[in-house]
Nanobody
Framework: QVQLVESGGGLVQAGGSLRLSCAAS????????MAWYRQAPGKQRELVAV???????NYADSVKGRFNISRDNGKNTVYPQMNSLKPEDTAVYYC????????????WGQGTQVTVSS
């Protein structure tokens, strides 16, 4: 059974940094393309960053140059390093596998709240 557990969120001032983590189990992590998503209050969930099984990364324009996604296949964990945070980055952040542009797993984790104060 797939399990995704996000952690590392918190309250940070604008311009600050956070590093989130997502630990995955129940999957062959090393061959799965992984992604981070976020959902702000009143908005749809949006794709933020992708890292392929081979380590190729891609980012939404809104976070490009500020976020850096990485993965540790030995720990079945994917990380976004989020720098120069803005109030508009405030959201609940989730990870999931990704197939093309579609979330791979139906069961989402609980997410981790990131709040950026101005």
């Amino acid at each position: 059974q797939v399990q995704l557990v996000e952690s590392g969120g918190g309250l940070v001032q604008a311009g600050g940094s956070l590093r989130l983590s997502c630990a995955a189990s129940g999957i062959i992590f090393s061959i799965v393309n992984m992604a981070w998503y976020r959902q702000a209050p009143g908005k749809q969930r949006e794709l933020v960053a992708v890292i392929t099984s081979g380590g190729i990364t891609n980012y939404a324009d809104s976070v490009k140059g500020r976020f850096n996604i990485s993965r540790d296949n030995g720990k079945n964990t994917v990380y976004p390093q989020m720098n120069s945070l803005k109030p508009e980055d405030t959201a609940v952040y989730y990870c999931n596998g990704i197939l093309a542009t579609i979330p791979r797993y139906a069961k989402w984790g609980q997410g981790t709240q990131v709040t950026v104060s101005s």
